[in-house]
């Protein structure tokens, strides 16, 4: 996988303590230069105007990120958001997972007792390397989070930044320190109160978005629109409750698959198909667009042919651990989704609230955390 | 052999002939930022540089923890005419550095150094209003939101000094005996400045507030913030209680800037100029 040799690359202890040395910022060719070196760590290839690409987009993502950061000491939790992203990655391979997290605990070392001030004046550096870049992102443009200028949309409503009020108090107090006078103005924004603040700990929930997966999110391609769909919003893993019906039929289907005796296929039954896509045209055309490089195996069981299938079904039920009850486990969903997929296209339609049409490298990463599959 | 790298790092800047006040500066800058860290002391605590792990240092995996200086940096920042005739200027060390203008010529000399504060200097304020003998007439201000009131005749005294209460004063005025300060949290803080009592606190902005600005004759106080809102307040003392009030006036939003400098354009407050990150021009308001 080219990941783990990225990754490998980047959290290199040498090039680590190079890093966490004070120093200037990097100059743009500099960081141009280490960007192409690291993206040739692996034996991914790319022409020089994908690599043109490439670096456009990373600079523009993490300029909206430091940009839109709500307290300056965010920055740091935008990194810590980039360190969990990775983390996942390379979850599998002890060996870079610790070089990572030694990473991660020399960073909250160095910074976390920094000031706001401080904060603010790492911020201003690297907005002022940002400065005048206004290359447009389609994935920005679609959101609504950039304009068609290139500038990026600066939210006036939503929650305040922790340590801040909501505006609209002015509070008087006279010589003894009493408060006097209370009153109200409208400071023209639309706030709100923040829920809680994020962690600075190696493991925690850092509360901010600024700095995730921005293609964790599935959103419907703007060219063609099949038959009876929807538009559909774009909802991501966390916000997605998984569809109670859906759940219930899955799970309806297990009970059915733990006590189903498998007979010998006569041809007469129709049998059923599972299709998580809203058309059959459009499953057909997905898995043509699959990319090459995806390396889950797929295992075609026809319901009316294959002698093997007794063997293969319960090669697949052993990969689920299944008691009394239905229980999942989201690390076997996880790997096993789409080997889960195929096993049960003997099994009915199913609709999905899910639409995936918008094609992309990160395609099986998405079907495995379809939000229907998520534990209860 | 530390020195002389010092005094040409600023040297490099400097014009050679007005290089006799800078170099004293840099020395003092240097000497000030050895001395007064302490261990321990939360508040401004610098990052500290970890040494390469070693690998036959045993206990924790990225070796001890070496509690010595990184290299920071170093800068000025907040400058205000006082008594006309000195300029202070704030620095990264939290000196504030008082130059002498002479009248005529060129001989500027460093005369005073305020050594007060704890922390880089954010902004310095002067008054811009009426100034009864023996008021304040500077305030100074620092990232850790402290600030400090000062009275200028030969030589500055402080009068009182205000604490901080978490957050970066990132830009103080001050104005008849009244201070404004706007801070990181968005909050505006008004003060008495002989006393340094606590008059006001305002929920201005929802983000870092960057400029402040006041219109002596009217006592109009403009802030401007990440937020891209610029507001603006009418201060003004009760003449029977003597305590000081201040109201909400106007609102302006400057779409998708996150608003860097804002000032008024005329000594009423009747117009207003503001820019921002990422914005080559500046936005001039004026009331119609």
């Known amino acids: ?337 789409p080997l889960l997929r195929t096993a049960w296209s003997s099994y009915s339609k199913v609709s999905t609230a899910m639409s995936p049409q918008s094609i992309s490298a990160t395609r099986a990463q998405r079907w495995a955390a379809s939000p229907m599959w998520t534990p209860s | 052999a530390e020195r002389p790298a010092e005094e040409q790092q600023l040297g490099a800047v400097q014009q050679p002939e007005r290089a006799a006040p800078a170099r004293q500066a840099a020395h003092l800058l240097r000497r000030r930022a050895r001395q007064h860290r302490q261990p321990g002391q939360r508040l401004g605590r610098r990052a500290q540089r970890l040494p390469p792990p070693a690998a036959g240092q045993g206990g924790r995996p990225g070796g001890q923890r070496l509690h010595r200086h990184p290299a920071q940096a170093v800068f000025a920042r907040g400058i205000a005419a006082a008594s006309g005739r000195f300029i202070c200027v704030g620095t990264s060390s939290g000196l504030v550095l008082v130059f002498d203008i002479p009248s005529k010529g060129t001989n500027i000399t460093l005369s005073e150094v305020l050594q007060e504060h704890h922390d880089s200097i954010t902004d310095i304020a002067s008054e811009v209003g009426e100034n009864p003998d023996g008021a304040a007439d500077l305030v100074t201000a620092d990232d850790s939101g402290a600030l400090c009131v000062w009275r200028s005749k030969e030589e500055f005294s402080l009068l009182t000094k205000i604490s901080a209460f978490g957050w970066t004063c990132s830009s103080v005025k001050l104005w008849n005996g009244v201070i404004a300060a706007g801070y990181g949290n968005g909050q505006i803080r008004l003060y008495e400045a002989t006393s340094g009592a606590l008059r006001a606190t305002v929920s201005a902005h929802a983000r870092w507030i960057y400029a402040l600005d006041l219109a002596p004759l009217t006592g109009k106080l403009l802030s401007g913030a990440e937020d891209s809102y610029v507001q603006i307040w009418k201060l003004s003392r009760s003449p029977d209680t003597g305590d000081i009030e201040i109201e909400h006036c106007h609102s302006e939003c400057v779409t998708d800037t996150q608003l860097c400098g804002a000032r008024f354009c005329d000594p009423e407050g009747n117009s207003f100029a503001a820019t921002g990150y990422d914005l080559s021009e500046i936005v001039r308001y004026g009331q119609v």
């Open chain 1, 1 to 337: 996988m080219f990941m783990n040799d990225i990754i490998t690359t980047m959290f290199n202890k040498k090039f680590m303590e190079e890093l966490f040395k004070p120093q200037e910022l990097y100059s743009k060719k500099a960081l141009r230069t280490v960007y192409d070196r690291l993206a040739h760590a692996s034996i991914m290839r790319l022409n020089q105007a994908s690599m043109d690409k490439l670096y456009d987009l990373m600079t523009m993502a993490f300029k909206y990120q430091v940009l839109l950061c709500p307290r300056p000491k965010d920055i740091l939790l935008v990194t810590f958001n980039h360190l969990d992203a990775i983390k996942d990655f390379i979850r599998d391979s002890p060996n870079i997972l610790n070089q990572v997290d030694e990473t991660f605990r020399q960073l909250i070392d160095m910074y976390s007792c920094l000031s706001a001030g401080e904060f603010q004046l790492i911020r201003q550096t690297l907005l002022i390397f940002f400065q005048d870049m206004h290359i447009r992102v389609s994935i920005f443009l679609k959101d609504k989070v950039q304009n068609s200028n290139g500038r990026f949309v600066l939210p006036i409503s939503g929650p305040v930044p922790w340590g801040t009020e909501v505006p609209g108090l002015i509070r008087m107090f006279n010589c003894n320190g009493d408060e006097v006078k209370r009153v109200e103005f409208t400071n023209g924004g639309n706030y709100i109160s923040p829920q809680r603040e994020g962690s600075f700990d190696l493991y925690g929930d850092r509360v901010l978005k600024l700095g995730t997966n921005m293609y964790s999110v599935s959103r419907p391609v703007e060219t063609h629109m099949s038959g009876a769909s929807k538009t559909l919003a774009s909802h991501t893993k966390e916000n997605a409750a998984p569809n109670p019906l859906a759940k219930e039929e899955l799970n309806f289907l297990a009970r059915l698959m733990g006590g189903l005796e498998i007979k010998k296929p006569n041809g007469s039954e129709p049998g059923f198909r599972l299709n998580l896509f809203t058309t059959d045209e459009e499953e057909e055309h997905a898995a043509l667009t699959r990319p090459e490089e995806l390396s889950y195996k797929v295992i075609n069981i026809q319901a009316t042919q294959d002698q093997q299938q007794n063997e293969e079904l319960a090669r697949i039920m052993g990969e689920f651990e299944l008691g009394s009850a239905v229980q999942w486990k989201s690390a076997t969903l996880s790997k096993s989704a």
